[in-house]
């Protein structure tokens, strides 16, 4: 009888929204090189990613051997399942990997003495790995005390004693063009469900030593490439495969840690160009572009028409931050480049900075903040450092050296209850440093979600501009919406306050605490309903994209005018009321919005005095006078037939509950949201934008 063997990327779908909607690959890899190394039939394995799907089989037909990958949010459900699995046949073997382990050696020991149910944890790579551990285990006649007599390379396991015992690990396997793919084997093809999205890597490692990187690492510092050809076939397969089972899905993510940074990024980005002519997909390419090589990363980014957006992640842009996280290497000229052209070609980019950074402080944050908005980035994401096992930064010597002081909070989604058992995964954040107080932070995050609402994506980028050409920097701007929070309107000052509550109240000195809270019967009612734990930044951007976009305008527009009154710009604008009122209603009404998708996917019209598209289009947004009508003109605000077409899918797959909008605003164009300013009645393509022909001054 052949060795039944489940391996499982386990994601939790309680909330009704999938916390994780990768298609699965590390797992995958090993099935794949499983199947091909498994010549005499002796291995029946199976891949699950959805829990509830594992639960059944584990019941029905329990496996011999049960091996779960282990990351920051799924650790705890993947121990749920060994313990389930155990409970039913106490002679399974079950196996643990991942990069969510600590690096010193002694803890991977204590880590596996903690979980009496767990035999093996794998450390490193896999690929090869798995297999070995399952051909071992049958050569042991199916005895996890024999396998541990015998040992194992690259893996904590138990000794015939029962104790925690470790060997050497492995360096990693160079020729990674040796795993079958699992896309071309067929093995990912029940994932084509509608829900997940596809992943692939063209190459692993990354060359940069960044300590609050598990990546970062001596281990991973070589970089190991897939060939070409075979990237192009695995992404052929896929845009057919979508083509033909999920159509609404438009995402493609690639796992590189720097994509676009090597010359051969531009040939695999020229194929996906191809499929996205010949199939409509990707549509919108989540990855982590390089931090170096500019102008290879604008030429890769370049031939995918606009789906991939640039991600500079700067993760700070103090000097001794980044000498402390091992980051100096990286080229801060290089960003400053990418920029520039980006900007020139018309093209989107983001940037990150990391809070809690040894070294960083407000003013050191602030001062990033400042920089990056006066580069004129597209888009700015926060982050909270976390103590990610596997990277230095968690290590106990880093703990001590930076006194870092550390918070757990739920992970967004990342819950759920199986046969009346609740099980929740949690992360541990650093909140204050020997730099950074505690205080500090939390005014830190004031001004994150100042950025998520008033910046990212562009809402007001044509506010700004119209401030920047009178001499008014990006972030004299931006520092303005906070006090429009706090003294605006009931509405901002309550979004405000109850985003900061919440940003204390999600934190929790344990991780024993967290749970506990979560779960009480009246928490957990709030947690499944969106109300608490929840990605707090996410949410709140989906809450003023949808749900309060009226308050945000107004205060984002108001504090503007109060900005260009101070400055003398009022009084050198002409009709400079008639002006402002229609600028609001206009940035308003570009928004698409509303609590349900007919109210988002929905015109709308108004009365205006200028041919703000035109205006807008022409670049310079110092003087608008050239662009006023001969009098009140009817306008019509509509999504572009693609964008609506987008959209729906998107909230067709998502739903317009605010747990599945948080998610959603992370998985959509910028485009795809703004309504155009059309005359009533035209057809889509087939006109100008409104202004060309009726503005006073401008050509017939």
Not at 54 to 60: G, M, S
Not at 507 to 530: H, M, V, W
Not at 660 to 688: H, N, Y
Request: hydrophobic fraction near 40%; aromatic fraction near 10%; proline fraction near 4%.
């Amino acid at each position: 009888m052949a060795t039944r063997v489940y391996l499982g990327d386990l994601r939790y779908n309680y909330s009704g929204v999938l916390a994780n909607d990768c298609m699965p690959l590390g797992v995958a890899y090993m099935k794949a090189v499983m199947d091909r190394e498994d010549v005499e039939h002796e291995i029946d394995s199976r891949l699950f990613v959805y829990a509830e799907n594992l639960l059944e089989a584990i019941r029905r037909e329990p496996p011999d051997v049960l091996m779960l990958s282990n990351y920051v949010w799924n650790e705890a459900l993947s121990h749920y399942f060994f313990r389930a699995a155990k409970a039913i046949n106490p002679d399974i073997l079950t196996v643990m990997g991942g990069p969510n382990i600590s690096l010193e050696p002694h803890r991977q020991l204590a880590y596996l003495e903690k979980y009496p149910h767990l035999d093996v944890y794998a450390l490193g790579e896999g690929d090869f790995l798995a297999h070995h551990i399952v051909q071992s285990f049958m050569d042991a006649g199916k005895s996890v005390k024999a396998l541990g007599a015998a040992g194992l390379p690259s893996s904590v396991f138990r000794n015939p004693e029962g104790q925690a015992a470790i060997d050497e690990t492995k360096p990693r396997h160079k020729e990674v063009e040796d795993i079958p793919s699992p896309f071309l084997t067929g093995i990912q093809d029940e994932f084509f469900d509608g829900k997940l999205a596809p992943m692939i890597e063209t190459n692993r490692g990354c060359p940069f030593t960044c300590t609050f990187c598990v990546q970062g690492t001596k281990y991973y510092s070589k970089i190991h490439n897939f060939s070409v050809d075979r990237i192009k076939e695995e992404i052929t397969y896929i845009a057919r495969r979508i083509k033909s089972h999920s159509p609404n899905m438009g995402t493609l993510r690639i796992a590189d840690s720097n994509y676009g940074m090597y010359e051969r990024d531009i040939e695999i980005s020229g194929h996906i160009g191809q499929m996205q002519k010949d199939y409509a997909w990707p549509t919108f390419i989540d990855a982590t572009t390089g931090k170096n090589k500019p102008e290879r990363i604008i030429k890769s980014v370049e031939k995918v028409g606009g789906a991939l957006v640039l991600y500079q992640a700067v993760q700070s842009l103090d000097e001794e931050v980044l000498r402390k996280v091992k980051r100096e290497s990286i080229k801060l000229e290089a960003y400053k480049a990418l920029e520039v052209h980006m900007r020139g070609r018309g093209l989107r980019s983001v940037s990150d900075l990391i809070l809690g950074l040894p070294g960083e402080s407000l003013q050191t944050h602030l001062k990033g903040l400042h920089s990056l908005l006066d580069s004129n980035i597209h888009q700015m994401h926060n982050f909270q450092a976390m103590m990610l096992k596997g990277a230095e930064l968690e290590s106990l010597e880093s703990r001590e050296l930076f006194k870092f002081d550390t918070r757990f909070r739920v992970l967004p989604k990342n819950y759920g209850v199986y046969e009346g058992e609740k099980v929740f995964d949690v992360e541990e954040i650093i909140v204050a440093t020997d730099t950074l107080p505690f205080e500090d932070y939390i005014t830190c995050r004031k001004w994150h979600l100042v950025s998520s609402v008033f910046w990212n994506d562009g809402w007001f980028e044509q506010v700004a501009k119209f401030a920047r050409a009178h001499g008014i920097l990006n972030s004299e701007w931006w520092s303005r919406m906070l006090p429009a929070m706090e003294n605006g309107s009931p509405a901002m000052k309550s979004f405000l306050d109850s985003f900061v509550a919440e940003t204390q109240g999600e934190l929790f000195a344990t991780p024993e605490a967290c749970i506990e809270f979560y779960s009480r019967p009246d928490n957990f009612l709030k947690l499944q309903s969106g109300e608490i734990g929840d990605n707090l930044m996410y949410r709140y951007r989906a809450i003023a994209s949808f749900h309060l976009w009226s308050e945000v305008c107004d205060a984002a527009m108001n504090a503007t005018r109060a900005l260009l009154e101070e400055r003398g710009v009022a009084a050198r604008i002409p009709d400079f009321d008639l002006f402002w009122n229609d600028f609001h209603a206009y940035i308003k009404l570009q928004h698409a919005c509303g609590h349900d998708t007919r109210s988002i996917l929905s015109s709308t019209r108004a009365r205006l005095n200028y041919g703000f598209a035109s205006w807008i289009a022409q670049g310079d947004l110092a003087d608008p006078s050239a662009y006023r009508y001969e009098g009140p003109t009817e306008v019509e605000f509509r999504l572009s037939d693609e964008g609506r077409r987008e959209l729906e899918s998107a909230l067709a797959v998502w739903t317009t509950h605010i747990r599945a909008l948080s998610k959603l605003v992370t998985r959509i164009k910028v485009d795809w949201q703004v309504r155009e300013c059309v005359l009533p009645g035209a057809v889509d393509g087939a006109f100008a934008p409104l202004g060309v022909a009726r503005a006073v001054g401008a050509a017939s």
